[in-house]
């Protein structure tokens, strides 16, 4: 769910986006959306039951687990976990620090948490999935599967495409109606945290998704505006945008007849093995799920959003870990999801300098926003995945295409200064030590 929350000192954006950075390992300035938390855990994946598992000492993993441990000792961040893989292995996950401060519980590679708007690389994969079915064309407009009509304020004659959407060039536009009606708190009795852009509505605020969308995008709608859109035409620029990846969702369940968070389940997270990830609120436990923290380290109330796609999954740095694999496979024409032309879809490049407004972030290594594939995203240097941000979490998931080998970083805890930005950073950076070594 990467929402748009904004920390204390945080400049950050609006949208369930990724966070996007600016000036690496110095500011942030988050992608539409919010500001970046950090929570790391540490736990070599070749030994994640250490209790019964006798494995060949790994200096490597050894010397990353003490970097770990340090950096968590500065206490920005209450925990957080980490993977790092090739196509072939997990080279590395662990959790370091605590899920809940109050008991003392471990962070480990186990340990639940959003992951923000890194969610969204799920739609890509569904989008193409009901393609190969044949329930669906990229090319199709979005009226055709929706059941309302979503026509463009200033352009009523222009359709809008599901690959529009999925590349954000769609027009549509999150405005303070998705800020203000989309965060849905799980209790009645928990406090809505302040210092946030969006606001957090009680239980009782809380609807269906197509409902949602039917009332900001279709003419008649209760929260239609013409704000809800851009006011460019359709396919011209790219604006990242929380709403149309839940359009994006809507248009998967109404095409192949099932939720949207059933039809992930059997074609992508059952067949992986992901038996720890989900969609919170949707009818899934999860045990060992992690507490979300202000950069006080004081505890959010859990919440979710009604737009659940573009942000919402739950998972473990180890399901990340098996996730993460698959990209990398179905990048190099080895996946198991997608057939390899689906795969070359997703990791198009669509987008070129003429469809930024304000020109490409060429600053950030990691940044999201240089270009877009199918709800993935490319980076200045090479690197493919995707960013995540939303009130106690941030997360960072790339892989380099040239190596074959990804990181995964998620953390607890909102990241509201520059020390704890660094701090963020710091874990990334060290992650590199087994990408060295596996080459």
Aim: aromatic fraction near 12%.
């Amino acid at each position: 769910m990467q929402g748009i929350f904004v920390p204390i000192m945080l400049y950050l954006y609006p949208a369930k986006a990724g966070f996007f950075m600016c000036s690496y390992n110095q500011s942030i300035c988050m992608n539409k959306l919010f500001i970046i938390v950090l929570a790391f855990a540490c736990v070599s994946c070749r030994n994640n039951h250490p209790e019964t598992a006798k494995v060949p000492a790994n200096p490597a993993a050894d010397s990353l687990t003490g970097k770990l441990h340090t950096l968590s000792a500065q206490g920005y961040f209450a925990g957080f976990s980490v993977a790092v893989v090739n196509k072939d292995s997990v080279l590395y996950e662990n959790g370091v620090g605590t899920s809940n401060l109050s008991s003392g519980e471990k962070y480990t590679a186990q340990t639940t948490q959003p992951v923000a708007s890194v969610s969204k690389t799920l739609i890509g994969l569904a989008l193409l999935k009901a393609q190969e079915m044949g329930k669906l064309k990229l090319s199709d407009p979005i009226n055709k599967y929706l059941p309302f009509k979503v026509r463009p304020a200033l352009f009523p004659d222009k359709e809008i495409t599901i690959q529009q959407l999925a590349t954000h060039t769609s027009s549509i536009h999150d405005n303070y109606q998705y800020m203000d009606r989309s965060y849905i708190l799980d209790d009645a009795s928990g406090v809505a945290p302040t210092g946030y852009l969006q606001k957090f509505n009680p239980p009782s605020a809380g609807i269906g998704m197509e409902e949602f969308l039917r009332g900001l995008f279709s003419e008649d709608g209760k929260y239609y505006a013409e704000d809800n859109f851009t006011g460019m035409m359709p396919g011209q620029y790219y604006e990242y945008s929380n709403l149309g990846a839940a359009i994006a969702a809507l248009v998967v369940e109404k095409a192949t007849g099932m939720p949207y968070d059933a039809f992930v389940a059997k074609h992508i997270l059952d067949p992986l093995g992901m038996k720890d990830s989900g969609f919170y609120g949707r009818g899934k436990e999860f045990s060992n799920r992690s507490y979300l923290y202000t950069g006080k380290k004081e505890p959010l109330p859990f919440y979710n959003c009604i737009t659940y796609p573009d942000g919402g999954l739950v998972t473990s740095a180890a399901d990340m870990a098996k996730y993460l694999q698959e990209l990398i496979r179905g990048y190099q024409g080895r996946g198991k999801l997608l057939n390899k032309e689906s795969y070359k879809q997703y990791y198009t490049t669509y987008l070129g300098p003429r469809n930024f407004l304000d020109g490409q972030e060429t600053q950030n290594p990691f940044s999201d926003e240089y270009n877009s594939g199918l709800f993935i995203g490319f980076s200045p240097k090479g690197y493919i995945g995707h960013t995540g941000g939303d009130p106690g979490v941030s997360s960072l998931m790339f892989f380099d295409p040239e190596t074959g080998t990804g990181r995964f970083l998620m953390v607890n805890t909102d990241i509201d200064d520059k020390q704890g930005n660094d701090a963020f950073y710091g874990i990334w950076d060290a992650l590199e030590l087994m990408v060295k070594t596996s080459k």
